[in-house]
């Protein structure tokens, strides 16, 4: 199965969004877990990487304005954004990390200036 993102939207600078994703008959808890990025017509790029022990990576654009946790109770991985940007409008995914297969249909954030 597929991860499933949700908790997209259209948001105005400034403003924040929380990104969630799961997959269905699954424990995502039990895997390094990433979400991306894929702005318009530009390359999916890592925004942020949790690890199964807890530690955590951010991608430059990401440090301070974004983080990523686990809610193992609700079994997601999500993404908490800060201070939106219209550079933020992208489709964001959720993956395991370092993979590049099976990816879900995203959910689609859009910043407006």
């Known amino acids: 199965a597929l991860f499933v993102e949700s908790g997209g939207g259209l948001v105005q600078f400034g403003e924040s969004l929380t990104l969630s994703c799961t997959r269905p008959?699954?424990?995502?808890?039990?895997?390094?877990m990433s979400w991306f990025r894929q702005p318009p017509g530009k390359q999916r790029r890592v925004v942020a990487t949790?690890?199964?022990?807890?530690?955590?990576n951010y991608a430059e654009f990401a440090k301070g304005r974004f983080t990523i946790t686990r809610d193992a109770a609700k079994n997601t991985v999500n993404l908490l954004m800060n201070s939106l940007t219209p550079e933020d409008t992208a489709v964001y995914y959720c993956?395991?990390?370092?993979?590049?297969?099976?990816w879900g249909q995203g959910t689609q954030v859009t910043v407006s200036s």
């Open positions: 008959e699954d424990i995502v808890g039990r895997y390094a």
């Open positions: 993956n395991r990390a370092g993979w590049n297969t099976s």
């Open positions: 949790i690890y199964s022990g807890g530690d955590t």
